[in-house]
């Protein structure tokens, strides 16, 4: 539907977009303190501002305007939808992504307790959920037709729009880490968008990979300035919409799991943490330091290390999902299985399930203590795991 310079177009516009904001989103959130100071649990050494979300949003709308632009002098044509089983809203999907940014922006400044952030974003996915965009469709493997959801598909959207808006704030640790990892998955989801026909879909992969690109320039090992919710959320909210406008919609069961091969890296994070957590008897949301890049960190990588070692990790796992799009069923698994054996090898290899925390019972005090590597009572505690 589009010719290549258009695409380049679309993705020059967040790229500048971004590259021309982010200073001044620097100097709105220093501004309003909206400022990471460093602290035990914290990898930056000074003082950093975190609201380049702003600057994020801001080159994935120069996207749009310049799409709108263009259609509207006729250079290239408007989107259309091009599947049966899809029908957006589209201004009303636009207000969803407001949301997701305005809960995280204020988050940025406030600091919002974990229940008033989640609402933030149940708002930003039911109001997706509304515009259109579910999960209803698959292929039937067993006999001709599809398989309708039904009202099944709204609750599984919008878990599965919460699991991605978290995965990519979760990895937002160390300098340039979640920006790459969403610029590489964006231009996975890009290419699955135009084999797709999902040309929404391919525009908006090319709004994140252009602003995570050129949010890297600022962001990249030593950051002068961190993403924060707002664009975390922001990124992980449009990656989510992306994979279901491109990958999710009429297609094999095997292909549902795309999307969630691209994204591996992120995933296996949080499911190691909430295990970690769980077996240390303390609350999933309690932060710790075992994440990948903390893992690591400790085995001697510096931070330029730790995030090209796990941008290798993304890159090969994208492009195993695009292979995985050109086979059969049959060796489509036996690709997938092998990525999952890597990747639990290498999750494995860096003890990501192993607690960094305890739920300790102190006798001298008769108080419930967290204690981690070093402390006294971790070893026997960590002994009854």
Known sequence: ??????????????????????????????????????????????????????????????????????????????????????????????????????????????????????????????????????????????????IELGWFAYPVTIVYLLGYMNIINLIDGLDGLAAGVSCMASLTMFVMSVWAGRYDGAVLSLAVAGSALGFLRYNFNPASIFMGDSGALTLGFTLGTISLLSVTRVAGLTTLILPLVIAAVPIIDTFSAIVRRTRAHVSVGQADKGHIHHRLLAEGFNQRQTVLVIYGWTAMLCVGSLVMTQVTTIPRIGIFLVLLSMSMFFAFHLHLFEPVLLHHYNPKTGEDELVRPGDEGFDEEARKL
């Open 1 to 146: 539907m589009f010719s290549w310079p258009a695409y380049l177009c679309f993705f020059a516009a967040a790229l500048v977009g971004t590259l021309a904001t982010t200073p001044l989103a620097k100097r709105i959130a220093i501004s309003l303190d909206a400022v990471d100071y460093p602290d035990a649990r914290r990898i930056n050494k000074v003082p950093i501002p975190r609201m380049g979300g702003i600057a994020i949003a801001v080159g994935m709308v120069c996207t749009f305007v310049v799409h709108i632009i263009g259609s509207s002098m006729g250079w290239w044509a408007p989107i259309i939808e091009s599947s049966p089983h899809l029908h957006l809203n589209y201004p009303l999907l636009a207000l969803a992504f407001v949301a997701v940014f305005a809960t995280g922006l204020i988050d940025d400044k406030v600091s919002l307790s974990p229940k008033k952030k989640l609402a933030g974003q149940m708002i930003a996915a039911v109001i997706a959920v509304s515009a259109g965009l579910v999960i209803g469709v698959i292929d039937n493997p067993f006999a001709p037709g599809y």
